[in-house]
């Protein structure tokens, strides 16, 4: 089993930045894939980034390339996501996931353990 806890989320104007983080518990993740999801109200959960267990590669969602950065310490069985120039479309409540199986995903069915989710929200 892993525990996955987020924190960081909050309100930030636009423009404005925040980093996420995700930490793990139970088991390392040193190994494992690791994914930031975001749901709208209304909308369908989406991957935002996603890293691989080394950090050597990386998959971000298209509306937030150049603004937005995964990174992880597998030392503190930690994952980031660092966002700047916020937008008020990226309000959503951010969640973290661990793939426990071989090689990056970008869909969500393919992630094993998921954290409670932290909230962001964005005002113009």
């Known amino acids: 089993q892993v525990q996955l806890v987020e924190s960081g989320g909050g309100l930030v104007q636009a423009g404005g930045s925040l980093r996420l983080s995700c930490t793990a518990s139970?088991?390392?993740?040193?190994?494992?894939?690791m994914g930031w999801f975001r749901q709208a109200p209304g909308k369908e959960r989406e991957l935002v980034a996603a890293?691989?267990?080394?950090?050597?590669?990386?998959s971000y969602v298209d509306s937030v390339k150049g603004r937005s950065t995964i990174s992880r310490d597998n030392a503190k069985n930690t994952v980031y996501l660092q966002m700047n120039s916020l937008k008020p479309e990226d309000t959503a409540v951010y969640y973290c996931?661990?793939?426990?199986?071989?090689?990056?995903?970008?869909?969500?069915?393919?992630?094993?353990?998921w954290g409670q989710g932290t909230q962001v929200t964005v005002s113009s």
């Open positions: 139970g088991r390392t993740i040193n190994n494992y894939a």
């Open positions: 996931a661990v793939k426990t199986t071989y090689g990056l995903s970008t869909s969500g069915l393919y992630y094993d353990y």
């Open positions: 890293i691989n267990w080394s950090g050597g590669a990386t």
